[in-house]
């Protein structure tokens, strides 16, 4: 077990806001709860997405056990000898898993290697803030302009060599997407389910999603013209669908809070 500095606990950095979100109100501060809270985890044999760092690959893994004394966490390394070399070598490992309907995040840091039980483990010191969210209330990412995100939708009654519906997409979360479109000739409706939707991410291939539709408002432009807002939940979206949308996310987001701090 890797010796435990009592001096130098981990200091987990508060998660930066998303959107005008503060995320600060759903960190779990605690240690009996945080703790309690992985024991959950672990009992339930939660699988986690961990992301190494941004353009690295993420991997599935799951918590094995708390140490002791509690101030350690020990989970399962990656079949990828690639991928574990840049678990060890990363700052910092954030981990994201949906348990019980509840999404749940926290960061790791100072990854070792260990032992348990006579199999390959990674270690590291318990994180002393976790991110808890009931699925209401995963936030949303304003898509900055010049990401150019779009969602290409199937078009009404679709031919083979019938163009989709480019829609700009105006905010993510791994719930949804809130799409603009002109106003005439899209033929939605709320409730509708639209499948083998096209997302595509900035540096990625386009995501094949399952959307449906729970909200349409109009809004004016400027020049009197009117488009629609469509508010839309991801269907069964695909774990590697998830990961890529989290990914795309957490990247955006720690982009804006250096360029806030002058640091690009």
């Avoid at 999404?103 to 790791?108: A, D, E, Y």
């Amino acid at each position: 077990m890797p010796e435990q500095n009592r001096t130098d606990p981990l200091r987990a950095e508060p998660l930066a806001p998303l959107g005008n979100v503060n995320l600060e109100q759903y960190l779990l501060h605690g240690r009996r709860q945080v703790r309690q809270l992985l024991q959950e985890l672990i009992g339930g044999h939660a699988l986690i997405s961990a992301h190494p760092s941004p353009g690295k690959n993420s991997f599935l893994t799951a918590l094995i056990t708390l140490s002791d004394n509690d101030d350690w966490l020990f989970f399962d390394v990656s079949p990828d000898p690639v991928i574990n070399r840049h678990c060890l070598q990363a700052d910092q490992l954030i981990c994201a898993t949906e348990f019980e309907k509840i999404r749940i995040q926290f960061s790791l840091s100072r990854i070792t290697e260990a032992q348990i039980e006579g199999r390959a483990a990674f270690a590291a010191p318990v994180p002393n803030t976790l991110l808890r969210l009931q699925r209401r209330e995963y936030y949303r990412l304003h898509v900055p302009l010049a990401h150019g995100l779009v969602c290409r939708l199937p078009a009404e009654g679709e031919a083979p060599l019938r163009p989709r519906i480019e829609a700009r997409v105006l905010d993510i979360s791994a719930g949804g997407l809130a799409l603009h479109l002109p106003s005439g000739g899209t033929g939605l409706s709320i409730g509708c389910t639209l499948q083998d939707c096209r997302l595509t991410l900035p540096q990625g291939e386009p995501l094949s999603v399952e959307l449906e539709v729970r909200n349409i408002s109009r809004q004016n432009g400027r020049n009197g013209s009117e488009t629609l807002r469509i508010g839309c939940r991801f269907v069964d979206l695909p774990p590697t669908a998830d990961t890529q949308i989290q990914r795309y996310i957490f990247r955006t987001e720690r982009e804006r809070c250096a360029l806030e701090r002058g640091g690009l």
